[in-house]
Each structure stands twice: as C-alpha cells, then as structure tokens.
C-alpha cells in the first residue's frame, strides 16, 4: 500500500486499540501498537506528513462500535482505516459452548456489514481488517473457540465481500505464542497484549501492509 501525502490513518477497535489512550485528548494514541506504526511510518515517511488517529474503545462489542461509527470514524473522512474488532462479543458470550447461535452470528454479520458498506458509500478509505484473537493461557480460553472462530470467518468473508485487506492475527499470534510461549505476548489472559504483543501486532501491520523495502521495525 502507498502513502499519499497528509493521509489520515484511523485504528478503531476495542481496548486492544486503545491501549490506554486518553479519550480527552483526540491526538493521543495509546501505548500499544498504534503508536507503534505511527512512530516507525513517521519515522520514514516525514515528508508524507501522515496524521495518525486512535479511537479503540476498550470494552466495546461490535454493536457499541457500530453505535459510534459515524463520529469515530466517517465524520473523521480517514484515508485508511484499521479495523480490529470482536473479542469482546466472544468473551461476553463464553458460557455458551457452541459459540454464537444463528441469531447472533446474522447479527454479527450485518453489523460488520454496516461498517464497510457505509465506509464504501461515504469515504474513498482502503480498509485494513486485522482478525480478533484469542490465546490459549489461562487454558480454558481454548473454549472461546467455538465462539471466536465463526466471528474470525465472518471477518474474513467480508474482506472478500468488500475486497478489503486481511491480517489473519488469530493464526499469526497463536503461532507465535506455540515458539515463544502464549503468555509472553498476551499476559494472564490471552487477549491483552504484552508489550511484545503489540510489537508483534505493529510489525505484522508494517509488514502485511507496506512495501517491505521501505519499513523495517526491528
């Protein structure tokens, strides 16, 4: 992907995005892999003079997201959007064995199909769509499976639908957490990252996303 000059990068999502950032200043980018990518494209990139925005919400479920699309994000006319979303509809939904039922995966769906239609009606934004994910540590997050991987499929039928990019970061973490040790990149509950975490997120960003013979994150 290119950069134009002075694009406007937008990351939104749950608190994965949000990483502690302080919703009183709109400039302010957390501490997890936002600002990671925003260092290192700026770093590069200093005569493209990119604006970087962050407006992860920790907590949220796809529907609160949905709720607040229009003033995170359409209102804002972003040139490129991250969007990583869906963990918490999993987590809030862990009791059930079976994962979603019908009922909630259509409506999962047609949500997540709210957002990247509009975005394709309202903004000329290439959509960046990175995977939920869960790691196994503590071991009964293998349950969440049931749940999780129906709403990681639907993720990635609408980067098809909408030809949107795809970062598969369910596989690409949980490979790494099977060499380095799951708890090294999402701590003691498999879904908040680590710093090494979201270091591992911003590189696979840079390198999923960039022209690889411009960005290097070490």
């Not at 979603?100 to 957002?115: G, K, M, Q, T």
């Not at 394709?120 to 540590?137: C, G, N, S, Y």
Request: net charge negative; hydrophobic share 40%.
């Amino acid at each position: 992907m290119k950069f134009n000059t002075h694009d406007t990068l937008l990351f939104i999502g749950d608190s994965t995005t949000d990483a502690g950032r302080d919703r009183m200043n709109p400039e302010s980018m957390g501490q997890g892999f936002p600002l990671l990518i925003s260092a290192a494209l700026q770093n590069v990139f200093p005569e493209k003079r990119l604006t970087f925005i962050n407006r992860g919400i920790g907590g949220d479920k796809l529907v609160d997201l949905k709720n607040r699309w229009e003033e995170d994000c359409l209102n804002l006319n972003p040139d490129i959007v991250t969007v990583m979303i869906g963990i918490n509809d999993t987590w809030s939904n862990e009791s059930k064995a079976d994962g979603p039922s019908e009922e909630e995966l259509d409506e999962f769906e047609s949500n997540y199909r709210f957002l990247l239609k509009s975005l394709h009606q309202r903004t000329d934004a290439k959509v960046i769509l990175m995977e939920p994910f869960v790691l196994p540590f503590p071991k009964d997050r293998v349950y969440w499976r049931a749940d999780l991987d129906k709403r990681i499929h639907v993720v990635r039928k609408m980067a098809g639908e909408y030809q949107t990019e795809l970062i598969p970061l369910d596989g690409l973490l949980n490979a790494a957490g099977l060499k380095n040790g799951f708890s090294y990149y999402t701590g003691d509950d498999g879904v908040h990252p680590t710093v090494a975490g979201h270091g591992f997120i911003a590189k696979t960003w840079i390198d999923s996303i960039v022209d690889k013979k411009e960005v290097v994150l070490h």
